[in-house]
């Protein structure tokens, strides 16, 4: 879809935030959860997000938004914090109409995408995180020499943020994309200008680092994909090996590169999509009777209970936990609709006259 048929909208949190979001493309669902420095409108204007939106919005049907204090939606709030942000999510999800989709987390929307895949697993088809973290840094171990590298960086951020002279900000963007030729780094000096205030910027960087979402990245139920490059200049690739170690139902890949926002000249950028087209378009999908897609692993669940073996006779089949099983088994009880000691017997009972349609000429 071209830029010009970029559908924007807007919708209000709980709070009262006025939070700005935007549609494109065509295919199946994908949203992209809110993280730091977008602009629904500029980044289609903007060498650093174009080419993400260009070949996303070929391939699924995208919805993204600004988080609050940022681009398009309220600069003058009051809660930056994971709630809220989560809270922000489910809203325009709900504003956009989506039902079930691909939840796309990246870096710091990387924790939103986790804690909102545990609430809603419903919802998520697909969870892919790229470039994410469990822990901010404020709760990660610190040296005196770090400590001090921190607040000399908040206060260069409350001087020189919004200045036209980029000599402050050029300080992050050489860690952003630091394999940027001089117009993607000017580029994206412009994009931190325009995104949102000094203030805020430090009050971003400082809720970033209270985020913890490692005792609940446990608890996801969901099919998901984590990608890392294995040199990120923001993220260590450390980072990157926590998240996928915390959930149950995962897919680990290594990229190869520095650029913690990549870029169409990276390496890793055409093995990027392809992980992510793959990832989405080969996980068969039943629809239930209400409509409900099950997940690739909840068909295969799904089959062995209909051949009759145990939770943890597949549990073993799959290397995963018995409680994993259980959750999945949770999920397509949801599905169809099911509840009660006989939902078991029920569920089984379906995916047998699910597999002899399928057969029939």
């Known amino acids: 879809m071209p830029h010009h048929e970029q559908r924007i909208s807007f919708t209000r949190a709980p709070d009262g935030t006025r939070l700005a979001y935007a549609t494109h493309g065509s295919g199946y669902p994908l949203v992209r959860a809110a993280h730091w420095l977008t602009h629904l409108q500029y980044d289609w204007e903007s060498p650093v997000w174009h080419p993400w939106l260009t070949e996303l919005g070929r391939r699924f049907r995208m919805l993204r938004y600004d988080e609050r204090g940022c681009g398009l939606s309220d600069w003058d709030v009051d809660d930056f914090s994971l709630d809220a942000w989560v809270d922000d999510l489910e809203t325009v999800v709900d504003a956009a109409g989506y039902e079930r989709f691909a939840l796309l987390g990246m870096s710091q929307g990387a924790p939103v995408a986790i804690r909102y895949a545990v609430r809603h697993p419903e919802r998520v088809s697909h969870l892919i995180i790229h470039g994410g973290y469990l822990l901010g840094w404020a709760l990660r171990p610190m040296t005196d020499l770090e400590r001090q590298e921190r607040d000399a960086l908040m206060t260069l951020m409350r001087i020189g943020w919004g200045r036209d002279n980029p000599t402050f900000r050029r300080l992050f963007t050489a860690d952003f994309v630091p394999d940027g030729d001089d117009a993607l780094l000017q580029a994206y000096d412009e994009l931190m200008r325009r995104t949102t205030s000094p203030d ?3 009050r971003f960087e400082l809720a970033f680092g209270q985020l913890d979402v490692t005792q609940v990245a446990q608890e996801v139920m969901v099919p ?18 926590h998240v996928a170690a915390a959930i149950p139902d995962v897919r680990f890949v290594q990229l190869h590169g520095r650029n913690h926002i990549l870029q169409p000249r990276d390496e890793a950028w055409p093995e990027f999509l392809g992980q992510l087209e793959r990832f989405i378009g080969t996980e068969a999908i039943d629809e239930p009777p209400n409509g409900q897609p099950l997940s690739a692993r909840e068909n295969q669940v799904l089959r062995l209970v209909g051949q009759g073996l145990s939770n943890q006779e597949i549990a073993a089949r799959f290397g995963l936990s018995v409680r994993t099983i259980e959750r ?7 599905k169809f609709d099911l509840s009660g000691k006989s939902a078991r017997a029920a569920a089984a009972a379906r995916e047998v006259e699910l597999r002899g349609r399928d057969r029939r000429p």
Not at 328 to 334: F, G, P
């Open 328 to 334: 999945h088994l949770s999920n397509v009880y949801v």
């Open 224 to 241: 998901t994909l984590v990608m890392h490059l294995d040199n990120d200049q923001v993220i260590s690739f450390s980072r990157g090996r």
């Open 200 to 202: 805020n910027a430090v």
